[in-house]
């Protein structure tokens, strides 16, 4: 798991503004721009950014065309199980809607493209028998407790027009009735087809789905607790050997390892995780003597795939854990090439007080707290310095000085933490050059540090090369995406991110976040929610929701959502300076001022973030101040500081000093194009 969110450190809206006007240089989303001189409001730079690249810009929806759908926050994956009398086949035309998997096909077979939100009004219309559907009963069901604008469901009916239209006789479905909904007007035939007579997903379809395994953490049956790191560390070890291999998705441990200690039958948690089959393991440690016992368990009957016992001593252990996965591969009849059998056998040392070492090293790098992340640093220095071949204790210690990086996490600049990283991850890479874990960390430090944003792309697609399921590539990847103007292409990695750690809060949210970028803002707004159901006391979303009552002038429920974030999350710098935007832009000046000098004294403690105190400055008006604020997180080299289009940093756009700040952070239209050229 990675965290690229300082605690609470993220922010959505479903509707950024520039003063007047709403736009998304990184969305493709845009209507008809109106005249104006556009250049009072927006900078320079980025006008030249969004007219080069075919985007436009289109006038604000007024307040009152935005709606509260009533209802609670309801939100069920487009991947979740339901019974098939629930969820029949539908005909109808020249298509065929399997309403269970969401699919929709065409007489021949060809898969038709379509987004969740055109499924869920596909299977509405399916289920309305012809009858008139309402805006209203469209927009409560599809939308619930989400905030949209009038025309976001117009949009949505006209592209599944669009993909319904058929290629013989254009043939509409889908008819509007002036003043009250929709009607969808073909001959429907209903088939209720079991799992077993459900026709098969094309060929096409299927081959990009992998085959998905679930790792369970394995049990600690030792009496010491302290052998913990070594239970943690067996699981970890197996889930990166196995997620080498291509043609296998294996979820990653920050999936799995929320199931630790619950005792909840194998199936349940295979289906919950949409995994294909399950290993489970238990360990007992007696002396020198190691016992290791796992099974392998197929998700559809419970039967056992495979299952056996090791009896070994401790010095065996990476030997176990190479057997395991051989018998892994083996029973899954996966066909491996060399190189992959080669990574399987693969030993990154060879020393087992060193590899134990390291194990204790991701234990406590997994706390995500700055104390137990030095602790973290010790161990894999112990580890590198009894072993210096060995390459994964550094890059370790390179993962770990990126968290500290972050603003939440250290006591020193971000730069010097980047810094560090960088050295740490160089190093690792000159022992092992395909080692896919050192990657990510290199590339964060270069576009962080360097702004080196070139060289940060070949990293990153080195990492996903060499390991195509190392989640944290695909997740840091979208932030260099974003900040680069790609948002599609960003969403796309965040996503596949999403599918190896579906139940990470920080994948979660860097999803939200990058539904966010694209344009996408309902879907932001679900996917918050989302994240919601999985944690119930995780701030980010009260921050999003804050904002999102900001842009709305609805100061009241801003300061309620950011005060509960401060809740859940009191020593989180996102969370207060959230709280403290809001209560500036109330016109609570008074109380804003307390918490920047809250902060101020907090700094004096541990390093604080300058861009996000630019936040309560520029609601409280003080542009020069905010300047300084985002100039010093350029100059500390604060993660987010490229992350300029926020859109509570609209009142500073129009300044030539937000555009000098673009140039020298090189995110100018040319360097833009010189780091697609990559592609």
Request: aromatic letters at 12%.
């Amino acid at each position: 798991m990675a965290c690229p969110f300082p605690a609470t450190n993220v922010v959505f809206s479903n509707k950024p503004v520039v003063e007047s006007f709403r736009f998304s240089i990184y969305g493709k989303r845009a209507v008809q721009a109106q005249a104006f001189d556009l250049y009072k409001t927006v900078s320079p730079i980025l006008l030249c950014h969004i007219q080069t690249r075919g985007y436009t810009l289109c006038p604000e929806a007024r307040s009152e065309k935005f709606r509260k759908i009533d209802g609670g926050h309801h939100w069920r994956s487009q991947n979740s199980r339901m019974s098939p009398l629930d969820s029949p086949i539908y005909e109808f035309g020249g298509f065929r809607f399997d309403a269970r998997q969401g699919l929709l096909f065409k007489r021949n077979g060809q898969l038709v493209s379509l987004t969740p939100k055109s499924i869920e009004l596909l299977r509405a219309f399916m289920e309305s028998g012809g009858c008139v559907l309402t805006k209203e009963e469209l927009l409560k069901r599809i939308w619930k407790g989400i905030f949209i604008e009038e025309g976001t469901l117009h949009r949505h009916v006209s592209f599944l027009r669009q993909s319904l239209k058929s290629e013989e006789n254009g043939s509409q479905y889908i008819e509007t009735i002036p003043k009250r909904g929709y009607r969808f007007v073909a001959s429907v035939r209903m088939i209720e087809a079991s799992d077993e007579k459900r026709a098969p997903v094309p060929e096409k379809t299927r081959v990009q789905r992998e085959y998905a395994l679930a790792v369970l953490p394995f049990i600690n049956a030792t009496s010491d607790p302290q052998a913990e790191y070594l239970t943690d560390g067996i699981t970890e070890s197996i889930i990166n050997n196995l997620s080498q291999l291509p043609q296998l998705l294996v979820l990653a441990s920050s999936t799995v390892f929320r199931y630790k200690g619950r005792e909840i039958d194998a199936q349940e948690i295979g289906r919950a995780l949409n995994a294909d089959s399950l290993l489970r393991g238990k360990v007992i440690q007696l002396g020198e003597k190691l016992i290791i016992r796992a099974e392998l368990i197929k998700i559809t009957d419970g039967s056992q795939i495979w299952g056996a016992q090791f009896d070994r001593p401790s010095s065996d252990i990476l030997a176990v854990q190479e057997e395991i996965a051989h018998e892994i591969s083996e029973r899954l009849r996966l066909r491996l090439t060399s190189d992959d059998k080669r990574r399987l056998s693969r030993r990154y040392t060879q020393n087992t007080e060193a590899y134990g070492l390291y194990l204790k090293g991701r234990y406590f790098w997994n706390k995500f707290i700055a104390e137990d992340l030095q602790k973290a640093i010790r161990y894999f220095q112990r580890a590198a310095d009894l072993d210096p071949s060995y390459a994964l204790a550094y890059a370790g210690i390179a993962d770990c000085y990126i968290q500290l990086g972050l603003s939440d996490h250290g006591e020193d600049l971000p730069q010097n933490y980047f810094l560090k990283a960088k050295a740490a991850a160089r190093s690792a890479l000159e022992i092992d050059a395909e080692l896919a874990e050192a990657y990510p960390p290199l590339a964060i430090a270069m576009m962080s540090h360097d702004y080196d944003w070139q060289g940060a792309e070949r990293a990153f697609k080195r990492a996903i090369e060499l390991n195509p399921n190392l989640s944290t590539a695909h997740q840091w990847h979208f932030f260099l995406l974003a900040w680069t103007a790609r948002a599609e292409a960003g969403l796309a990695e965040a996503k596949r991110a999403l599918e190896i750690e579906p139940f990470s809060l920080f994948v979660n949210m860097t999803v939200a976040f990058a539904y966010y970028v694209a344009g996408y803002y309902e879907e932001a707004q679900e996917q918050c929610l989302r994240t919601l159901e999985i944690e119930p006391r995780f701030a980010p979303p009260y921050c999003a929701l804050a904002t999102h009552w900001i842009l709305e002038n609805r100061y009241g429920e801003a300061i309620d959502c950011a005060q509960k974030a401060v809740a859940l999350a009191p020593a989180s710098v996102f969370a207060l300076t959230t709280l403290g935007h809001a209560l500036a832009v109330a016109g609570r000046y008074c109380e804003a001022r307390e918490i920047l000098d809250d902060l101020h004294r907090f700094s004096a403690q541990r390093y604080i973030s300058s861009y996000f105190i630019a936040f309560i400055y520029t609601g409280l008006g003080e542009h020069d101040r905010a300047f300084s604020c985002l100039e010093r997180a350029y100059q500390e080299r604060d993660f987010w500081a490229p992350w300029l289009m926020e859109p509570r940093f609209t009142p500073l756009r129009s300044d030539s000093r937000f555009t000098n700040l673009a140039e020298r952070l090189g995110l100018t239209l040319e360097k833009i194009s010189e780091i697609e050229s990559l592609i």
